[in-house]
């Protein structure tokens, strides 16, 4: 599934040929992904002008003059193709810009969703409601996190996945950046101490960081939307890794976590 630095890298290719512009033609080419695409998503995208991109957690928004907010999530395998040579059957929704600007928003699998939001409940909208403060943002701090595990004897890694403590947080850069802080994977999240997690903060924002800079981690069928694939996944220290050595000296381990792989060294990570 795509995570959030494949979604940022995603925002950020369509702002490059989306932002600014009128949306001349859209089209949608079957009734649902994951659930149906809104009754009125034709009527209100066509000609409206695009003032904004954004990304809330693993969502990616498109703002528009109407003061309505298209939201969509790419699921297990969705991918927006840019002036792609023809129109496939996976290509569900397909925007045409003033300029002539192609958008196809292509899921083989159809786990992915598109709804429209008014623009000023955005926030408040279901599925952010409950969200956490974003981790590239101001409202993630080692003060956040020390309220949020405050008693807690769930395993770290699982409460760095609860999308109501940090929003946007995945399996990969969560195994990655408890590895660079020397944080076991199963340390139960009260006990991880003040100092830890005065180091884990800015550490999940490097490997953020980092991995929006390579465009993401190349995962089954995720591709950027010029068709580029990431590659941060050559830079993995742990995730997917078992077996081989840690930079440390150790081996990478896994372990199951909530259904969900953990890859750590248990040589570095306390």
Known sequence: MPELPEVETTVRGLATVLDG????????????LRRPFPVDL???????????MGRRAKYGLIHTDRARTMVFHLGMSGRWRIDPGDIGKHDHLVLETEEGRVLAL??????????LVDSGVLETWGPF?????????????????????KDRIAAVKLLLLDQRI??????????????????????????VSAKALDKLVPLIREVLDEAIAAGGSTLRDYAQPDGE???????????????????CGGTVQRIVQGGRSSFFCANCQK
Request: net charge positive; aromatic share 8%.
């Open 21 to 32: 512009q009128v949306i001349a033609r859209v089209a949608v080419n079957r009734p649902d």
């Open 42 to 52: 034709v009527q209100s995208m066509t000609g409206a002008r695009v003032t904004g």
């Open 106 to 115: 292509n899921d083989a699998r159809r786990f992915g969703s598109v709804d």
């Open 129 to 149: 409601a409950a969200l956490g403060p974003e981790p590239l943002g101001e409202g993630l701090s080692a003060k956040h996190l020390r309220a949020a595990f």
């Open 166 to 191: 940090v929003a946007g947080l995945g399996n990969i850069y969560v195994c990655e950046a408890l590895n660079r802080a020397g944080i076991h994977p199963e340390r139960e999240g009260g006990k």
């Open 229 to 247: 694939l990431g590659y941060f996944a050559k830079d993995w220290r742990v995730y997917g890794r078992e077996g081989e050595p840690c930079a």
